[in-house]
């Protein structure tokens, strides 16, 4: 049975699965995170195996290495994976990967040299890529970009309003990242509504780590809220999301350089920068203490994501539903009701007992008479790499 091993490799971590792409099958998944810290972790599920463990991991490389250690732990070798192709998340595909890419030395080489438009992620993922690449050489390598699903957008919306000639010249456009979420997450949004994605306007808050909004037109992004960068738009567990530039500037003439802004914004910004943790669990604890910067965190990031929602649901002309996913979106009540709160004028009323309750899995949490669906819907970018990975290596030539 051919399968396909997905890798997702983060910032600081990779998650992976196996799965059998025609059973739609789950076989084997994993998470090893703080990759670069001092205390690593690896957590590994196949079957009934499940392995935990500490240990520190200096970079993405080893953490491949670990990765392969657990599942020949696991009692699978490499050998006996049975992996027909490797699928890999990649954040930045630039102007030049608008599908997802077999990866070849010179694919390789293209990721790497788009670290500068997101230098959290694209250096990871290329050292994931050299690693899986001598680890199977024998397969096809598949490259799934996060920014593909956002190449609907109009130039309206991808043009920042500078000097043209300067835009171009050195590339300055928005692209939109977490593509592979927002485009699963609509569809299986569309499938829990029971109604086809081509027919319905829809606002999904993919609210993670990272974190960004996708107005999803009929299946198409028109519009979402990280640009050049994956630092644009909301307030995130380490960066600022928008900012005006002039503040930059501002920073720049008084001696802050280039690596040290890029190290500000995209590393000690967001929830960590105002409240002291990136993590939403402490952030929403300590405001529950009592603790005024917590509070003031949690205001500013849930009055960017009402920011968005609102612009977005005028460039919809409404929306049919309104779905949250990814780790806060997915978990944190309390979130959702604040988002939503008092948007009754919109069309928008969650039922309190049906947000609150913590089952898990895709689910409406507006009450009967909301007029716009709010629904629950966990993000599966792993399985929507094995499936755009598998779809294009098994396509007829
Ligand atoms: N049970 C939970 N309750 C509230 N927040 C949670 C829960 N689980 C995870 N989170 C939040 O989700 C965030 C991580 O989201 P995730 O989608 O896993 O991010 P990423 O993929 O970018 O690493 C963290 O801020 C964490 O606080
Ligand atoms: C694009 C991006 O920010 O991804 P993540 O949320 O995985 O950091
Ligand atoms: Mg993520």
């Not at 399968?3 to 998944?29: C, F, M, T, W």
């Amino acid at each position: 049975m051919p399968n396909v091993l997905v890798i997702n490799a983060g910032s600081s971590s990779i998650k992976y699965q196996l799965i059998d792409p025609l059973a739609e099958h789950r076989l084997a998944s994993g998470v090893i995170e703080r990759i670069g810290e001092d205390r690593g972790a690896l957590r590994h599920r196949s079957g009934d195996d499940e392995i935990e463990r500490a240990l520190r991991i200096a970079d993405h490389r080893a953490g491949f290495a670990a990765l392969t250690e657990a599942f020949a732990d696991a009692g699978l070798p490499l050998d006996r994976l049975d992996v027909a192709v490797v699928g890999h998340r990649v954040v930045q595909g630039g102007s030049e990967f608008l599908a997802p890419t077999l990866v070849d030395d010179t694919v390789a080489a293209r990721i790497a040299a788009l670290s500068e438009l997101a230098p959290l992620h694209n250096p990871g993922h290329h050292q994931a890529i050299v690693a899986a690449r001598a680890a199977f050489p024998g397969v096809p390598h598949v490259a799934v970009f996060d920014t593909a699903f956002h190449q609907s957008m109009p130039e309206s919306a991808y043009t920042y309003a500078i000097d043209t000639a300067t835009a171009r010249a050195h590339g300055v456009r928005r692209y939109g990242f977490h593509g592979i979420s927002h485009e699963v997450v609509s569809r299986r949004a569309a499938r829990l509504l029971g109604r086809p994605v081509r027919e319905l306007r829809q606002v999904v808050l993919h609210l993670g780590n990272g974190a960004s909004v996708c107005a999803v037109d009929r299946g198409r992004s028109i519009d979402t809220s990280m640009g050049m960068t994956p630092l644009e738009g909301l307030v995130m567990g380490t960066r600022s999301g928008d900012i005006d530039p002039g503040a930059l500037l501002h920073l720049s003439r008084a001696g802050i350089d280039a690596d040290a802004l890029d190290e500000l914004l995209n590393k000690r910004s967001g929830l960590l920068g105002l409240a002291g943790s990136n993590d939403m669990r402490d952030v929403r604890a300590a405001a529950l203490g009592g603790d005024p910067a917590a509070r003031l965190a949690l205001s500013v990031y849930v009055r960017r994501i009402r920011h968005y929602l609102g612009a977005y649901l005028l460039e919809l002309g409404g929306a049919d539903a309104v779905v949250f996913t990814a780790g806060v979106g997915e978990n944190n009540a309390w979130l959702r009701g604040e988002v939503c709160a008092e948007l009754g004028w919109f069309g928008i009323e969650i039922d309190p007992s049906r947000n609150d309750d913590p089952a898990d899995g895709a689910r409406i949490i507006s009450s009967d008479d909301s007029r716009v669906a709010v629904l629950v819907v966990p993000t599966d970018e792993e399985a929507e790499i094995a499936r755009q990975s598998w779809a294009l290596v098994s396509a007829p030539r």
